[in-house]
Each structure stands twice: as C-alpha cells, then as structure tokens.
C-alpha cells in the first residue's frame, strides 16, 4: 500500500569506468587468486575446471586493467607450495601456460601488453617453459601493461635468492655499495617493477601466503569473498574504487 513511499533499496552502487578512471589509478596491481578449487565444489566439477575458468578471468581482468592504465599487472599463477597438489591437478596447472597463449597471444599483441615472469622456472616441466618463454618473447616489443606471471614463486625463496647473489657479488669483488632498499630489490625478481600499490585477494582468506612478501610492505589491502571465477570487471573496479577512498601516508601524517 505506502509501496511508493517506500527508499529504494540500497544494494552496492555500480561503479563505472568512467568514474574510476577520474581517481588515482594503483601503478600496480597484484593478485592472489584464490577460488578456483570451491567454486569448481560448489558446482560438482573437478577442481580444473575452477582454475579453467580462472584462466578466462584473467584475461578479463587484464583487458580491463589495460584499458584503466594500470602499469604491471601481478597474478599468483603457481606458488611453490602448489606442488603438494594432487599430481593431476599439478599437471593441468602446468599446462595453463600454453592454453592461455594459444587463445590469447593475438589479443595480449593487440592490446599491447608485455608478459613477464617472477620464480623458480628452472622447476617446471619443460614444455611449460617453452610456453612461458614463448610468451615473454612474442611480447617482449610491447610497451604497454606488464603482465607479470609469479610462477612457481615464493617470497622467502625469493628473498635468500637475493641475499645468496648479493654475498656472492660481494665475494667476487663485484660488489662495494652498502646494501640498501634500492639494491636490494634491484635483485629481487620483480626487479625493475614499481612496488605494488593494490593487492587483491579474493575467496576469503586474509594471509599472505608468502606471497612478494619484501614488496608489499606499503601495499592497501583489499580482500573479497568473491571466489576468483566469479570476479568480474565490477569486482576490479570495486577494489580500486576502495583505494581510492583510502589515504596512503608511507608512515608519514
Ligand atoms: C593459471 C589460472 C588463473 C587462476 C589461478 C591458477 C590457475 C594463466 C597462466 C599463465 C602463466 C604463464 C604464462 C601465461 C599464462 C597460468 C598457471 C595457472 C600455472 F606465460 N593462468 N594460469 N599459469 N591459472
């Protein structure tokens, strides 16, 4: 009866691009992207049709992200915990690769994006290094987003990599600088990228799970329950959204 009196209901407002892309826009954005596994259970398919779909949100996300001008772009695609994974499921993450290059090298040209890669790559199977190689190469003219894998990575190992190279630089004589903050993630893997400015995790977990554990120590915050086949380009814009209400002070007031 009073139905026309009544607020209207206040559900999450739709935030556009064109509304986004009028804030500061994070240099550099890195994702931890959790879900694949429970939204597969949810749907009573196996877990690698999770990290199938998973696949396709990447490429989603990486067009989006391009077009808002973000700089590099981060994705945990493989951490180095992940081989205690069944040997199946291992072997299907292993092959991700190649299938995303297959389907999406003409338009990662188009686009203008350039792929890198952060970990241990010498551990991978051998055809997923050619891919992954593959990948790097054909993009490497690109001037555009940089798409950076973080492939069989961990941040510790990352982390004793730099300080073993730093002691053997120093022992051959290469080496005279006290080490500092800029040297030091001169030998890092994402050496050359600015910091992250945003890190997204979805799926609920609030850890970082050794995740670029040196790089995001100033790095805002923004988790979702969203699992990460369900993140859609409104999530994106949602966490920038966040960011951009938040006030990064380095430490200062
Ligand atoms: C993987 C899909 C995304 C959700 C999380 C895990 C599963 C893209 C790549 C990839 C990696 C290197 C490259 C090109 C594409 C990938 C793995 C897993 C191991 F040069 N997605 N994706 N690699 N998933």
Known sequence: MFEKFRKP????????????????IPNH???IMDGNGRWAKKRSLPRTAGHHEGMKVVKKVTKLASRLGVKTLTVYAFSTENWKRPEDEVNYLLKLPQEFMGTFLPELIEENVRVRIMGDKDAIPAHTQKAVDKAVND???????????????????EILDAVNH?????????????????????YLMSAGLQDPDLLIRTSGEIRLS???LWQLAYTEFWFTDVLWPD????HLLEAIYGFQKRGRRFGGI
Do not use: H, W
């Open 166 to 186: 730093i002691v053997t630089d120093f022992r051959e004589g290469n080496l005279q600088k006290k080490v500092d903050e800029d040297l030091f993630s001169g």
């Open 9 to 24: 209901k206040k559900g999450p407002v739709a935030i556009s691009e064109e509304e986004i892309v009028k804030g500061p």
């Open 139 to 157: 993009t490497k003219n690109n001037t555009g987003l940089v798409l950076n894998f973080a492939l069989n990575y961990g941040g510790r190992a």
């Open 231 to 234: 993140f859609k380009e409104q």
């Open 210 to 212: 050794n995740f670029m």
């Open 29 to 31: 954005i890195a994702i």
